[in-house]
């Protein structure tokens, strides 16, 4: 696609349920990141994918929080056992993966926890 | 030290008057630097890059970028109310495989 795809848009969940968050990202980029923010604070880095890599994931925030990347395309950002304090917006941004290379954005995906 | 810093603002300029955003980086191997705006409820969306040291004009914006210092700044001139948003300073790391990093965010209020 012309840009970074992320599903679903918005995700209500109850506590305690895991949630799945997709991102399609741009064809050809080799990197791929995943940010988290919350109401009015700055990206959170969770975890950054680059070719064949191992993903680094020092920015996750508990165990239950976990990223894959099939075939170096689409990746799924699952959570588990969701807590309140999970709500926020989840960011996904693809970039060609060289260091001199920019990274575009999705639209996010808006999840709330109740 | 955070490897990339910013000031949070809130910065409010007068409309027409030149803003000016800065951003310190930790990193003397980083070699390119990125400035994204994103407007309340939206992402961030790229505005401008640079990586070579001195100024960079796209045009009513201008990157300027000191690597002896460890600075740069965006700076946008003729500022409209449209350019309220907060601005993201970025750079990948490169002692940690060139990890995309940002800083806080600067929140502009251009008020006309």
């Known amino acids: 696609g012309a840009g970074v795809s992320q599903s679903p848009s918005n995700k209500v969940t109850e506590k305690g349920k895991d949630v799945e968050l997709r991102c399609d990202p741009i064809?050809?980029?080799?990197?791929l990141y995943w940010y988290r923010q919350s109401l009015g604070q700055g990206l959170e880095f969770l975890i950054y994918?680059?070719?064949?890599?191992?993903?680094?994931k020092s920015g996750l925030p508990s165990d239950r929080f976990s990223a894959e990347r099939t075939g170096g395309s689409v990746s799924t950002l699952t959570i588990q056992r969701t807590q309140q304090e999970d709500s926020a917006v989840y960011l996904c941004?693809?970039?060609?993966?060289?260091?001199?290379?920019?990274?575009?954005f999705g639209q996010g995906t808006r999840l709330t926890v109740v | 030290q955070k490897e990339v810093e910013q000031n949070s603002g809130p910065l409010s300029v007068p409309e027409g008057a030149i803003a000016s955003l800065n951003c310190t980086y930790s990193d003397r191997g980083s070699q390119s630097f990125f400035w994204y705006r994103q407007y309340s409820g939206k992402s961030p969306e790229l505005i401008m890059f640079i990586y070579s040291n001195g100024d960079k004009e796209d045009g009513r914006f201008t990157a300027q970028l000191n690597k002896a210092s460890q600075y740069v700044s965006l700076l946008i001139r003729d500022s409209q109310p449209s350019d309220s948003a907060t601005y993201l300073c970025?750079?990948?790391?490169?002692?940690?495989?060139?990890?995309?990093?940002f800083g806080q965010g600067t929140e502009l209020s251009v008020k006309p």
């Open positions: 994918f680059q070719g064949n890599s191992a993903p680094d």
């Open positions: 941004a693809s970039s060609r993966g060289l260091l001199n290379t920019e990274a575009f």
């Open positions: 064809s050809g980029h080799t990197a």
């Open positions: 970025a750079s990948p790391i490169y002692n940690q495989g060139g990890k995309l990093i």
